[in-house]
């Protein structure tokens, strides 16, 4: 089991202004049994300036296994695809029985990632393609599709364990926001989609623009699809890269500079600005450095409440043309992908960015797309990647950007994912969809931390409070 990153060092960050903060990101008093890698803070902390490059030190054309093309994969689904053999799904459904039987906490799952022995669940057969797979996100393609995963036979619960368990053969969890989930749930919310400084969009049915996710590795497994669209298209950023350096230099370069400002919409520490500035492309640290990509265009046209104070700058004719051109090349060169139920997609955030389409759902009492999402980090020291950030080498377990503190309920499920099933179903008149969920959801929680998560969530007398 890797060791428990529970120091109170502290680490000092330097903000906008130039003053410098100071931010202890570490909790003594989570619980080990629970969090064996230790807790510490992720999400979007801003680069260390002095190690950021100027665009005349980035490579005018990347080569490698990092840099494909849209063609090469299009009509070749058997060099990104693995099929999940009876054998693997046996191993694995072993593995979730027998961690589920053991009645630890799901959050707890771990392993060594350095030598690929897992503590709380073994996957002897898996293993070694597994080890192949971690380096070939890392360090070639970046992407995967698993098909086949026993999804509707297993249900949430099983599933979730083995998903999170095939997880840790890959990286350590990562919170996904400020509540502390490290497991997400990808559906519509019924949010609105035009609230985007306060509203993170994949909890809507809008189109995400390409983009990378604030950890170094991401995982979708799809439970549920849409009636229409919800549909996946991935590209690698060095492919983009290179074109950008024949066509638009002047783009690539506006794309290096350290006068990006993206949003953080509310999920900070204390001290912190409500946005990081940065660079969208950047270089590793050290010699033969790769180019790093850092994107999302809804994090910083969220921004307008600040720029319109005089706050930060707004963004600039420059910036707006390189932004248009980065999504126009990106969905050019894009890779397209239906995921289907019992697909799992892996994508590395380093070289890879990935855009969904718009989607429509079916009308209850049918199930409404779902996809279960696993932020991933890889530390420098375990083949990750060497970035300019101060915690590019450290285990990422959860977010604890609310001071610090523990949260309360340290759940997988938001509060708002039970209620938007309870809005979704509650005039069904045979509410046989929402109750079976209910129950399987209950035992899932109780997995997570015990007797401790339960109560008015899982009440079906509270039902008609939660709409």
Same mark, same amino acid.
């Given at each position: 089991?890797?060791?428990?990153?529970?120091?109170?060092?502290?680490?000092?960050?330097?903000?906008?202004?130039?003053?410098?903060?100071?931010?202890?990101?570490?909790?003594?008093?989570?619980?080990?049994?629970?969090?064996?890698?230790?807790?510490?803070?992720?999400?979007?902390?801003?680069?260390?300036?002095?190690?950021?490059?100027?665009?005349?030190?980035?490579?005018?054309?990347?080569?490698?296994?990092?840099?494909?093309?849209?063609?090469?994969?299009?009509?070749?689904?058997?060099?990104?695809?693995?099929?999940?053999?009876?054998?693997?799904?046996?191993? *694995?459904?072993?593995?979730?029985?027998?961690?589920?039987?053991?009645?630890?906490?799901?959050?707890?799952?771990?392993?060594?990632?350095?030598? *690929?022995?897992?503590?709380?669940?073994?996957?002897?057969?898996?293993?070694?393609?597994?080890?192949?797979?971690?380096?070939?996100? *890392?360090?070639?393609?970046?992407?995967?599709?698993?098909?086949?995963?026993?999804?509707?036979?297993?249900?949430?619960?099983?599933?979730?364990?083995?998903?999170?368990?095939?997880?840790?053969?890959?990286?350590?969890?990562?919170?996904?926001?400020?509540?502390?989930?490290?497991?997400?749930?990808?559906?519509? *919310?019924?949010?609105?989609?035009?609230?985007?400084?306060?509203?993170?969009?994949?909890?809507?049915?809008?189109?995400?623009?390409?983009?990378?996710?604030?950890?170094?590795?991401?995982?979708?497994?799809?439970?549920?699809?849409?009636?229409?669209?919800?549909?996946?298209?991935?590209?690698?950023?060095?492919?983009?890269?290179?074109?950008?350096?024949?066509?638009?230099?002047?783009?690539?370069?506006?794309?290096?500079?350290?006068?990006?400002?993206?949003?953080?919409?509310?999920?900070?520490?204390?001290?912190?600005?409500?946005?990081?500035?940065?660079?969208?492309?950047?270089?590793?640290?050290?010699?033969?450095?790769?180019?790093?990509?850092?994107?999302?265009?809804?994090?910083?046209?969220?921004?307008?409440?600040?720029?319109?104070?005089?706050?930060?700058?707004?963004?600039?004719?420059?910036?707006?043309?390189?932004?248009?051109?980065?999504?126009?090349?990106?969905?050019?060169?894009?890779?397209?992908?239906?995921?289907?139920?019992?697909?799992?997609?892996?994508?590395?955030?380093?070289?890879?960015?990935?855009?969904?389409?718009?989607?429509?759902?079916?009308?209850?009492?049918?199930?409404?797309?779902?996809?279960?999402?696993?932020?991933?980090?890889?530390?420098?020291?375990?083949?990750?990647?060497?970035?300019?950030?101060?915690?590019?080498?450290?285990?990422?377990?959860?977010?604890?950007?609310?001071?610090?503190?523990?949260?309360?309920?340290?759940?997988?499920?938001?509060?708002?994912?039970?209620?938007?099933?309870?809005?979704?179903?509650?005039?069904?008149?045979?509410?046989?969809?929402?109750?079976?969920?209910?129950?399987?959801?209950?035992?899932?929680?109780?997995?997570?931390?015990?007797?401790?998560?339960?109560?008015?969530?899982?009440?079906?007398?509270?039902?008609?409070?939660?709409?």
């Amino acid at each position: 089991m890797a060791p428990a990153l529970t120091t109170s060092t502290a680490h000092t960050i330097q903000n906008v202004s130039g003053k410098t903060l100071t931010n202890s990101r570490f909790n003594n008093n989570a619980p080990q049994h629970v969090f064996p890698d230790g807790i510490k803070t992720s999400g979007q902390l801003p680069p260390i300036y002095d190690q950021l490059r100027p665009y005349s030190t980035f490579p005018k054309e990347i080569t490698g296994p990092t840099v494909w093309k849209s063609e090469d994969y299009k009509d070749n689904p058997e060099r990104w695809t693995h099929p999940f053999e009876d054998v693997e799904i046996e191993e *694995l459904g072993e593995a979730a029985d027998a961690f589920i039987k053991s009645g630890r906490d799901l959050t707890g799952i771990a392993k060594v990632v350095a030598v *690929l022995i897992s503590d709380d669940f073994p996957l002897p057969k898996l293993e070694r393609f597994l080890t192949s797979m971690r380096t070939e996100l *890392l360090n070639g393609k970046g992407f995967i599709l698993f098909k086949k995963f026993p999804v509707q036979q297993w249900g949430l619960h099983k599933s979730a364990v083995a998903y999170m368990g095939l997880g840790t053969y890959l990286g350590y969890f990562v919170s996904q926001n400020g509540k502390g989930h490290v497991l997400g749930h990808v559906k519509d *919310l019924g949010e609105d989609a035009t609230a985007i400084d306060r509203v993170r969009i994949y909890r809507t049915n809008a189109r995400q623009y390409f983009h990378a996710d604030d950890s170094d590795v991401v995982g979708l497994l799809c439970v549920a699809r849409a009636l229409e669209g919800g549909e996946s298209d991935i590209v690698s950023s060095h492919h983009v890269w290179n074109v950008l350096q024949r066509e638009r230099p002047d783009v690539a370069e506006t794309l290096t500079q350290p006068i990006w400002y993206f949003d953080r919409k509310g999920e900070t520490s204390k001290g912190q600005e409500d946005w990081i500035r940065t660079a969208v492309f950047y270089l590793e640290t050290g010699p033969d450095g790769r180019v790093y990509s850092k994107w999302d265009p809804y994090y910083i046209r969220s921004l307008t409440r600040f720029s319109d104070k005089g706050l930060i700058p707004p963004l600039s004719p420059a910036q707006e043309e390189a932004a248009s051109v980065l999504e126009e090349t990106c969905a050019r060169l894009s890779l397209h992908m239906i995921l289907e139920v019992g697909d799992i997609q892996f994508l590395s955030n380093c070289h890879v960015l990935h855009a969904r389409t718009a989607y429509k759902d079916y009308a209850p009492p049918a199930p409404r797309r779902h996809l279960m999402r696993l932020w991933l980090a890889t530390p420098e020291d375990e083949g990750g990647w060497r970035l300019p950030f101060e915690d590019c080498n450290e285990k990422k377990r959860v977010c604890l950007s609310r001071g610090h503190k523990l949260p309360k309920d340290m759940r997988l499920l938001g509060d708002e994912y039970v209620k938007s099933e309870f809005r979704a179903h509650r005039d069904v008149e045979n509410p046989v969809h929402i109750i079976g969920f209910l129950t399987e959801w209950q035992m899932y929680a109780q997995q997570l931390e015990g007797d401790s998560w339960r109560g008015e969530h899982m009440d079906r007398s509270k039902i008609d409070k939660m709409s």
